[in-house]
């Protein structure tokens, strides 16, 4: 096992001229890490002269959806070029129009929301918990008005909704609900595995995802009518013909609605290999871990690690490691820490998404996206999410036992830097 240096308390801060406790030259993580075997099945799939276009549903396609709507419990599952065009699906079959209103999380990655933009939806933002980054269910029912059609969250870095009140809140209103798992891959709400809640879930399996196809998503839903949109839209010709049953829709059958959202057959190889071979394992693997990381990093008195709800069973893929500090307490901007631990050779940064209300895609008329009425929005009304996106900052998921101690040398970094606390900005 590597050895790497640890914190002397007396040393200077790399960020002033000392010597960094990790140098570009020792190992750092990496993800996705190598997979046995799945060179040979992507290879073995290419020289068997299998299609690598699939317009039906059949082969690996038939596969993959059906394992992943058996493990979510639904009925359907329709494979995607990327998580945001099942997002744009999911949007479309909910025959959502201009006028319309959807109420949003107003913090995520912005693909849970920008493709209302191309709908001409009136999006309603909803703050956040201060301390999961995920929609405060309390602050919905206050949003909602009789143009509301449906609710669209995100289970952040993995930790789920409270997915029985806001399942209960969208009954109570007549709502239909878009989950968006993209970072919740078999993250567990009351044991059962989210995805299967929402009428529509949708999940990305883009590279940086534990389940991966370098790029893709799935749509999945028990609605016969989302499905059969959401088919037209991007699935057209013998798809279309083959999984379309209601008459309704016959005329269109061979056009669609005239987009494509295949996913590339390769990527669904990657997919069903890992989820076969690699998926679970890792889960735990990196459920393991990242507690471990925390313990060490709560050690030191500064740190908190990710808030966790009671009903929340497993963060499954636990796709992003946020710690909470309290840079108030600490007496320090959160850029000079990330700057400091940076210079000490962690992979550490800001959070790349801040709240949408201050995103320009959502609020400035300059960058304007059809028929999207965009709104004014006072900068401080989600004091939530402002609260949540300050005390967080970015490090590795950390995954295996192989990783611990370079873990090790993370925290002795932190301590380095809280021991120099005097050296700061003032």
């Known amino acids: 096992m590597k050895s790497f240096p640890s914190e002397?308390?007396?040393?200077?801060?790399?960020?002033?001229?000392?010597?960094?406790?990790?140098?570009?030259?020792?190992?750092?993580?990496?993800?996705?890490?190598?997979?046995?075997?799945?060179?040979?099945?992507?290879?073995?799939?290419v020289d068997s002269g299998l299609p690598l276009s699939i317009v039906g549903r059949s082969g690996v396609f038939?596969?993959?959806?059906?394992?992943?709507?058996?493990?979510?419990?639904?009925?359907?599952?329709?494979?995607?070029?990327?998580?945001?065009?099942?997002?744009?699906?999911?949007?479309?079959?909910?025959?959502?129009?201009?006028?319309?209103?959807?109420?949003?999380?107003?913090?995520?990655?912005?693909?849970?929301?920008?493709?209302?933009?191309?709908?001409?939806?009136?999006?309603?933002?909803?703050?956040?918990?201060?301390?999961?980054?995920?929609?405060?269910?309390?602050?919905?029912?206050?949003?909602?008005?009789?143009?509301?059609?449906?609710?669209?969250?995100?289970?952040?870095?993995?930790?789920?909704?409270?997915?029985?009140?806001?399942?209960?809140?969208?009954h109570r209103h007549g709502l239909a609900w878009v989950e968006d798992c993209s970072h919740a891959h078999f993250a567990r709400y009351e044991g059962e595995f989210v995805g299967g809640f929402g009428d529509v879930s949708v999940f990305s399996l883009q590279g940086n995802k534990l389940l991966t196809g370098g790029e893709g998503g799935v749509l999945l839903t028990d609605s016969e009518e989302i499905h059969d949109r959401a088919t037209l839209l991007g699935h057209s010709l013998k798809r279309s013909e083959q999984c379309v049953k209601n008459p309704r829709w016959k005329e269109i059958l061979r056009t669609g609605f005239?987009?494509?959202?295949?996913?590339?057959?390769?990527?669904?190889?990657?997919?069903?290999?890992?989820?076969?071979?690699?998926?679970?394992?890792?889960?735990?693997?990196?459920?393991?871990?990242?507690?471990?990381?925390?313990?060490?990093?709560?050690?030191?008195?500064?740190?908190?690690g990710m808030a966790r709800r009671r009903y929340v069973t497993s963060m499954g893929a636990h796709y992003g490691f946020k710690?909470?500090?309290?840079?108030?307490?600490?007496?320090?901007?959160?850029?000079?820490?990330?700057?400091?631990?940076?210079?000490?050779?962690?992979?550490?940064?800001?959070?790349?998404s801040p709240p949408f209300h201050r995103l320009p895609i959502f609020t400035d008329p300059g960058f304007q996206v059809g028929d999207f009425v965009k709104q004014t929005i006072d900068p401080e009304a989600f004091p939530g999410a402002d609260s949540y996106y300050a005390g967080i900052v970015s490090l590795p998921t950390f995954t295996f036992p192989s990783d611990r101690p370079l873990i090790d040398a993370y925290v002795a970094a932190f301590q380095k830097l809280f021991h120099h606390l005097q050296e700061r900005p003032r």
């Open 258 to 304: 005239g987009l494509k959202f295949r996913m590339h057959p390769l990527a669904a190889v990657m997919v069903l290999h890992l989820l076969n071979n690699c998926c679970f394992d890792w889960i735990r693997q990196r459920g393991e871990t990242l507690d471990y990381f925390t313990r060490k990093l709560e050690e030191t008195g500064f740190v908190r």
């Open 8 to 45: 002397t308390a007396g040393s200077t801060l790399a960020l002033h001229g000392g010597e960094p406790l990790l140098t570009a030259t020792m190992p750092h993580f990496t993800w996705p890490p190598p997979v046995e075997g799945l060179a040979g099945k992507l290879a073995s799939y």
């Open 323 to 352: 710690p909470r500090i309290d840079f108030r307490r600490l007496g320090v901007a959160k850029e000079w820490l990330v700057a400091a631990l940076q210079a000490e050779g962690l992979d550490v940064d800001l959070p790349g």
């Open 62 to 170: 038939e596969e993959l959806e059906d394992r992943l709507a058996a493990l979510m419990k639904v009925r359907y599952a329709i494979l995607m070029s990327s998580g945001t065009m099942g997002l744009y699906s999911a949007f479309f079959a909910l025959d959502l129009c201009p006028g319309d209103e959807v109420i949003s999380t107003v913090y995520s990655f912005h693909a849970t929301t920008t493709p209302l933009l191309h709908l001409g939806v009136r999006i309603v933002f909803c703050d956040v918990e201060p301390d999961t980054g995920n929609i405060d269910p309390e602050k919905i029912e206050a949003l909602i008005t009789d143009r509301t059609k449906a609710i669209v969250t995100n289970h952040m870095w993995g930790h789920p909704v409270d997915c029985r009140a806001i399942r209960a809140l969208c």
